[in-house]
């Protein structure tokens, strides 16, 4: 089971370590699924009602995808909790939390001073995204 470092969700967390995408197919209890690298997360679409956990893995700083798949998870209304996992970087905390990521496991662990002031960078945004913070010209505009 991956080590979360940070952690912004009320509920309890899940104790289940996270299954392939293969192996949550054939099984009907778990609540937990690990998407690794180049798998589309559009395949779990049809059970986000029984999914608590989707842990994305981030190979490397310069693999996007994992953004794209919290896009799609969360704009087809998956609520549960989203963890981002593998070579996570502060650089890239405000951005991963902007698509909707709620947990964040890094392979190394990440100065809680710099995450801090990564999370809290931007205080307005200008485009509507997963962490449900208003958008600056929506705040202008209503």
């Known amino acids: 089971m991956v080590e979360t470092q940070f952690r912004f969700r009320d509920d309890e967390p899940v104790g289940d370590p996270a299954v392939t995408v293969d192996a949550f197919g054939e099984q009907t209890n778990a609540a937990a699924v690990r998407l690794e690298t180049g798998e589309d997360a559009r395949v779990l679409l049809p059970f986000l009602d029984r999914i608590r956990l989707v842990e994305v893995e981030f ?65 307005d945004v200008y485009q509507a995204t997963g962490d449900g913070r208003q958008p600056i010209w929506a705040k202008r505009h209503g």
């Not at 996992?85 to 650089?91: A, H, R, Y």
């Open 59 to 123: 190979p490397g700083f310069m693999d996007g995808r994992g953004y794209s798949a919290a896009r799609i998870l969360r704009e087809a209304g998956y609520d549960g909790e989203l963890r981002a996992i593998g070579s996570v970087f502060v650089d890239q905390l405000g951005h991963l939390r902007r698509c909707g990521f709620d947990s964040f496991a890094p392979n190394t662990p990440l100065d809680p001073v710099d995450a801090e002031n990564a999370f809290n960078r931007w205080p």
